[in-house]
């Protein structure tokens, strides 16, 4: 959002105090009927939903964070990771989201009363965009849950109802969104100074990530053939709402020449200021639908998000590291990999890999010592902040992705923006739809959609196609998801991905390992490792004797909640 947003957000906030819609006062501000006089009143109201969305503050420790995952892991290890998590006293993601889902309700009960609907047509677009937002973050974190259309009083009927069933949400999150896809503007429509609200487009493309979610969650759930044909339509409702915004041809893959096999890289780490060799700023950037706008001075992001990733005590998995192709589009085989260097692993391998991870023996820049010239050469050298890295803790696998390169930043002050939507996830929902709606999926649809992303840093990598899978043995289903994993890494995907296609009881209990080091150059450049687990294979073991239940694939509903409506009963297996 441009900076006037922002700044409407901060007075909105200051301004009026927002309560819980399962424990407010009777009375809103902000509901006083002289208020809601003008459109202004209802976009000023409408603005403070933009500060609900994800943003770099929920890569880490959220209930979709790819740290709960099997992908990502820390110092600490993660009890909802390993499977030992327990009922919680009261739990911020139930009270959080009703709380602004009454927020939502108030806007659109005012609208019913506004003489003139046309005018505020935009907002009560915004209203039903993050209703749907906040009930879709209930579904996947909790299943059935209480459908609220009203602010509610304390003495409603509904405070003490039990919930609804998951079908009845998901239809309502649907026809919240197509109510406001119908209302909302077209992304080239929405003025200058609104660039950043929610369009047409962004409503289109969450859509598409709503209806694939639960139609894949139907199909692997076995459930009859009711179940089959909610299923077949979820996901015809994912492929096309995807295939729109593709249509519309509003938004495109961030690739430009100039960064060449590196634009993977510099994507996430865009800033007015010099950020990428190219000098190229955020109006370059047409692949973002959607997300969390930030500057240098009104919202920086505000935390050490790149010193605390960079080398430092965010840990990739080995699983993640060995799902990257190698450069002829095939899986590698971890038997006959070729481990004997530290840096052998990134030999030949899809260029994502060195985007996103950090290389062994390469130089790595960051606010603390960051590029002077942009060039790559001596002077560039002199100035990083990790010379010849050389990993010795944790995993041996580290991230760059989100990790900024200039020089001087305070510590917090990056400005780069986080993706709450982009046109590489809307491609990579298009092909899983088609292909999980009709159990194949045509060339066509594969290069019009998942092999421009395989492809963005990978010009030389042939196409998935049908025959490529035939030739070498592979399955279609798995590399969809895997082009899938390797492209949205640490956005907050993976754990509800392996919930939804009911994998996680399988992946989720393997041993979280890190580089092999027996047999390998580590074992002289690493020789503290000695004393550490390994498996058969000589690969470091960070964390054994992880678990998953099938209760694991909801949360459990909070005891305070519990208490305060005894009609809501627990999920199966938390009781």
Request: aromatic letters at 12%.
């Amino acid at each position: 959002m441009k900076r006037n947003i922002w700044t409407s957000i901060l007075i909105l906030l200051a301004a009026f105090n927002l309560q819980s819609c399962l424990d407010f006062e009777p009375e809103t501000q902000l509901a006083d009927s002289n208020y809601w006089q003008k459109p202004d009143h209802f976009k000023l109201f409408a603005t403070q939903f933009y500060g609900w969305t994800r943003d770099f503050k929920h890569l880490d420790g959220t209930a979709h964070s790819d740290g709960r995952s099997d992908l990502l892991t820390g110092q600490v290890l993660d009890f909802y990771s390993n499977g030992t998590n327990t009922v919680p006293s009261s739990d911020k993601n139930y009270t959080d989201n009703y709380n602004r889902i009454r927020q939502t309700n108030i806007l659109l009960e005012k609208a019913e009363a506004y003489a003139t609907v046309n005018d505020i047509k935009t907002y009560v677009g915004e209203a039903k965009f993050f209703r749907a937002y906040c009930y879709f973050d209930l579904l996947q974190i909790f299943g059935d849950v209480i459908i609220v259309k009203t602010p509610l009083d304390i003495d409603s009927p509904e405070m003490k109802k039990a919930r609804d069933s998951r079908n009845d949400v998901v239809d309502f999150i649907i026809e919240d969104l197509n109510d406001a896809i119908d209302k909302l503007p077209k992304h080239s429509e929405i003025a200058e100074t609104d660039k950043g609200r929610v369009s047409k487009e962004a409503a289109q493309a969450f859509l598409s990530r709503v209806a694939l979610y639960e139609g894949t969650w139907q199909k692997f759930r076995n459930e009859g053939q009711q179940n089959s044909e909610r299923s077949k339509n979820l996901l015809n409702i994912a492929a096309n709402a995807a295939n729109e915004v593709i249509k519309s041809g509003t938004f495109s893959l961030f690739k430009p020449s100039e960064l060449g096999d590196w634009a993977y890289k510099y994507l996430f780490i865009l800033e007015d200021e010099k950020s990428n060799p190219a000098g190229l700023m955020k109006s370059s950037n047409n692949e973002y639908i959607f997300s969390r706008r930030h500057d240098p001075v009104v919202s920086t992001i505000g935390f050490n998000l790149t010193e605390g990733r960079l080398g430092n005590a965010v840990y990739v998995t080995r699983k993640m590291a060995n799902m990257y192709l190698t450069s002829e589009g095939l899986p590698i085989d971890p038997k006959t990999h070729d481990y004997s260097m530290m840096n052998s692993e990134f030999q030949k391998r899809d260029n994502r890999m060195k985007n996103t991870l950090m290389e062994p023996g390469e130089y790595f820049w960051s606010p603390g010592g960051g590029r002077v010239d942009w060039k790559g050469g001596e002077t560039d050298k002199r100035n990083a902040v990790f010379k010849n890295f050389k990993p010795q803790k944790g995993t041996g696998y580290f991230p760059q992705k989100w990790c900024c390169e200039r020089d001087g930043v305070p510590t917090g002050n990056e400005s780069y923006d986080y993706p709450i939507i982009r046109y590489a996830e809307v491609l990579l929902n298009y092909a899983e739809a088609v292909f999980e709606r009709d159990d194949k999926i045509e060339d066509t649809d594969l290069l019009k959609s998942l092999n421009l992303v395989r492809k963005r840093v990978n010009s030389k990598m042939p196409d998935l196609t049908n025959d490529f899978v035939d030739e070498h043995g592979l399955s279609m289903r798995t590399e969809i998801r895997r082009e899938r994993t390797v492209e949205l890494f640490d956005e907050g995907f993976r754990m509800d991905d392996l919930k939804r296609w009911k994998t996680a009881e399988t992946e989720m209990p393997m041993n979280l390992l890190g580089i092999k080091w027996t047999g390998t150059e580590y074992k002289n450049a690493w020789t503290s490792a000695a004393g550490k687990a390994k498996d058969a294979d000589g690969c470091l073991i960070h964390e054994s004797g992880r678990v998953w239940e099938e209760k694991h694939y909801l949360y459990p509903l909070p005891t305070d909640q519990l208490q305060l409506n005894t009609n809501l009963k627990q999920n199966p297996g938390w009781e």
